[in-house]
């Protein structure tokens, strides 16, 4: 292993990891001499050193090399030196940079080994069900060799598991999505048993920029029942299409649109309303903001197309119809009411998390990658996560070339296809990658002209996917696929392709973001393999249409009459080398700031939902039940008094017969007003006296408990479902700038405490209501039957 010697803080850090890397060597001839028996009782005696005292930290040179040996008789594969530093830098709860094709699903086995000996639990994620399931397959041997349980947490046909048996194992290989439902559903959950889940204790994460990137923003959402559906669309609509921009609306460059006060003043007319900002009009506010976006910011057959009468989204990676995914928070009834097709029902969302937060719920998470360097710092930033590039097992001698970059695309077209026709004619095996499936499609026919045989690869069938990727290595062979497909997967490479210069890696444009063509040039060229990369550019790419510079304009006016005409002209790459880069950074930098504000959003979500979890949990799991019937009651009568100056008769009227057993008459036989003291005290009496009638039909005082348990339960859920959904519209409410010259952020933030406050009285009212007004039998078993209010 060559490492430079240049003074930086990832050298420092393989310095130290090498020394940990010795003692993990100096095992290595001892762990040969054990039998297998002995081998395996190493894992008891491991964690016997830890209920003593020792550390993780302290036993991982022994365990390792006890599993590296493991491995070795079991899977005929013996870890490199290279693995082992980059198993040290997951245990550190670190991102390891590994380039495709050294060995990351080895790698993982041994800080989940390691981290399975405390009993709390690992999880492996992997981007998709099928390298879950293949990596669980392949690594299980192991694992039972060691004594340590494992399964792929899945469920399928194959898998008969509860997800209690899958979560009581000791390392479970998972998908992010999976995991994400998962804990949605076990804090659904009504009943301490029907809990599954163990606190989140250690991940491992592969294709992790992938996972805590790319896809952090994406919520997952347990959707519930429809809500009523609102008419108001289409005539928000008709609305709408009367404005003009700059005038009534204005956008910016990041894709915001706001009503300026010229439109606010037409939609208060149009509607006749006083006040459009009241918080009356807050569902007329949500509905003009997700109707004005969807006429400005969202374009047919670009962003999405109508088909059988039905708005269908596109991915703006593939250009492929997103089955059964549909906008959220209205935002697709209100392209519906643009496109006039029948409105679809807005389901109410019950649950929800994004990735992001799901994996800060873990004690420790860890990462590997072949593309995480470049985006260190926000993984600093967001997850306080350092990136650790590890160094290859053998050098890389890939040839990356420089780019070629044409004024125009049908230029560009041509020169790719006498590269692709030059290389295919020696057989050396070809990997030609696109931005989008249209790019695909386009190649592909091409090459079809052209007489080339060639696999395309554009569907997201994951196991099709991994092996026609993996077969993109043979001779002779080309394959066109997206930027996307199979990422992770390894390419061999077939019988004589070697002596021809390895895989050739074509890149029809540079992707959106420098990650994405690190992944492509590295199919090509791993475990020291010769390999050579070439990128295409033009300066009509969408890249550099949206993010290059403004000058690049006067170099796209060229025009052809015919395909005949075209000849490819190399652009100088000292002019132009520079502008694939600017617009790189420019379009990581969005990301990366859109990412950031979604995150701020989230944040009120997250110590919201950890607060009313952790409520349920404690409901739940506790022994000893945290309640107190008086405090409670006490709270909600004073809150109740304060809410208004002047308490009316009509008010507590309302407040009894609501949340209690009570006819008006006898209300007013109670109630002598005087001051606001005496009907406070007056209140609780009634209502502890309601509140304990029932106790008479409880023959213990656990099955009271448990009457007061449920009822508290069913109150939590009744109101962290409505909070969950309108602060999911609130987002839509205040983002779009139309608090004008607020910062929607902080206006969200101060109206998600606000609704939090209002949520917590709430829920004390119905544990009120759900105690005091329930009717309660028994049936001939002697069983409680409870029916609440
Ligand atoms: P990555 O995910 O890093 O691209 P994989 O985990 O798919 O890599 O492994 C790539 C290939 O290298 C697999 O065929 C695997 O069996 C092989 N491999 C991994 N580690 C070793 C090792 N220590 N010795 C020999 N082969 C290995």
Redesign the pocket.
């Known amino acids: 292993m060559g490492f430079n010697t240049v003074f930086n803080s990832n050298n420092l850090e393989l310095i130290k990891m090498k020394r940990i890397l010795k003692k993990v060597n100096s095992y290595k001839s001892y762990m040969e001499t054990l039998s297998d028996e002995k081998l395996k009782s190493l894992t008891t005696d491991f964690k016997l050193r830890l209920s003593c005292g020792e550390s993780l930290d302290e036993i991982l040179p022994e365990a390792f090399a006890a599993m590296r040996e493991a491995a070795h008789r079991v899977l005929g594969?013996?870890?490199?030196d290279v693995?082992i530093l980059g198993a040290i830098t997951l245990h550190n709860g670190n991102i390891a940079e590994?380039?495709?094709?050294?060995?990351?699903?080895?790698t993982a086995i041994f800080p989940a080994y390691l981290n399975s000996l405390t009993g709390k639990g690992v999880i492996v994620i992997t981007s998709n069900e099928y390298l879950a399931k293949r990596d669980a397959v392949e690594m299980q041997g192991v694992f039972k060799f060691m004594d340590v349980t494992i399964c792929a947490g899945l469920e399928d046909d194959e898998n008969k598991m509860t997800k209690h048996e899958i979560y009581k194992h000791d390392i479970v290989y998972t998908t992010q999505s999976t995991l994400g439902f998962d804990y949605l559903f076990d804090n659904l959950a009504n009943r301490k048993e029907d809990k599954f889940l163990r606190e989140f204790n250690y991940a491992i994460i592969?294709e992790v920029d992938a996972v805590l990137l790319d896809s952090a923003q994406m919520p997952l959402i347990i959707a519930g029942s429809p809500k009523v559906q609102s008419n108001l669309y289409p005539v928000v609509q008709k609305f709408v299409e009367t404005l003009e921009e700059g005038i009534d609306y204005k956008k910016d460059e990041d894709d915001n649109v706001w009503y300026l006060n010229e439109g606010i003043r037409k939609s208060e007319q149009y509607f006749n309303v006083e006040n459009l900002y009241d918080d009356s009009h807050y569902y007329l506010v949500k509905i003009l903001n997700l109707v004005l976006k969807a006429n400005v910011n969202m374009t047919l057959d670009k962003d999405y197309v109508v088909k059988d009468n039905k708005i269908k989204l596109l991915d703006k990676e593939t250009g492929r119809i997103l089955e059964g995914i549909t906008l959220k928070n209205g935002q697709h009834q209100a392209l519906e009411a643009k496109e006039n097709v029948p409105l679809s029902n807005e389901n109410r969302s019950i649950a929800a998390i994004t990735y992001q937060n799901l994996f800060k719920l873990f004690k420790k998470i860890s990462g590997m990658s072949?593309t995480a360097k470049v985006a260190e710092q926000e993984f600093i930033e967001t997850y306080n996560l350092k990136v650790v590039w590890i160094p290859t097992n053998k050098p890389v001698i890939r040839i990356d070339k420089k780019d070629k970059i044409y004024a125009t695309l049908p230029e560009k077209i041509i020169a790719i296809l006498e590269f692709v026709k030059k290389i295919h004619a020696t057989g050396q095996p070809l990997l030609i990658v696109s931005g989008s499936v249209q790019a695909t499609d386009l190649y592909s026919a091409l090459l079809l002209n052209e007489g080339i045989a060639h696999s395309v690869l554009n569907a997201h069938n994951a196991v099709k996917e991994a092996e026609i990727i993996s077969e993109a290595g043979e001779l002779n062979n080309v394959t066109v696929a997206t930027s996307m497909a199979g990422r992770?997967t390894?390419i061999?490479l077939g019988k004589g392709v070697l002596e021809l210069g390895g895989l050739v890696v074509v890149g029809t444009e540079r992707m959106s973001s420098k990650r994405m063509d690190q992944q492509l040039s590295g199919r090509s060229g791993?475990?020291g393999e010769p390999g050579l990369s070439q990128f295409f550019v033009s300066l009509e790419d969408e890249l550099l249409v949206k993010q290059g510079p403004r000058w690049l304009e006067k170099y796209r006016n060229k025009k052809y009459n015919s395909i005949d005409e075209v000849i490819p002209v190399e652009l100088n790459r000292r002019k132009f080398g520079s502008v694939v880069e600017f617009a790189q950074q420019a379009s990581d930098d969005n990301g990366k700031q859109s990412r950031g504000i979604i995150a701020q959003y989230d944040e009120s979500v997250k110590i919201q939902r950890k607060k009313v979890y952790d409520a349920r949990n404690s409901l739940l799991l506790e022994e000893e039940m945290d309640f107190d019937l008086n405090k409670t009651i006490k709270l909600l009568v004073s809150e109740f008094l304060n809410k208004k100056k002047e308490i009316s008769m009509i008010d507590i009227t309302t407040f009894l017969v609501n949340n209690l057993n009570f006819s008006n008459k006898k209300i007013e036989k109670f109630i002598n007003f005087k001051s606001k003291k005496e009907i406070s005290e007056k209140l609780i009496r009634i209502i502890y006296d309601e509140c304990t009638k029932v106790r008479s039909i409880f023959k213990n005082k656990q099955e009271e408990e448990d009457f007061i348990r449920v009822s508290i339960l069913k109150a939590i859920d009744e109101h962290w479902v409505d909070q969950i959904d309108s602060l999911s519209i609130l987002s839509t409410v205040v983002s779009g700038r139309t608090y004008a010259q607020k910062n929607p952020i902080y206006e969200y933030a101060r109206e998600a405490y606000e609704s939090y406050n209002e949520m917590r009285y709430r829920i004390k009212e119905s544990i009120i209501r759900n105690i005091a007004k329930s009717h309660i039998e028994r049936n001939e078993n002697g069983e409680l039957i409870i029916y609440f209010p």
């Open positions: 594969l013996f870890a490199y693995q590994m380039k495709t094709g050294e060995g990351k699903t080895l592969d072949g992770g390894d061999k791993r475990q």
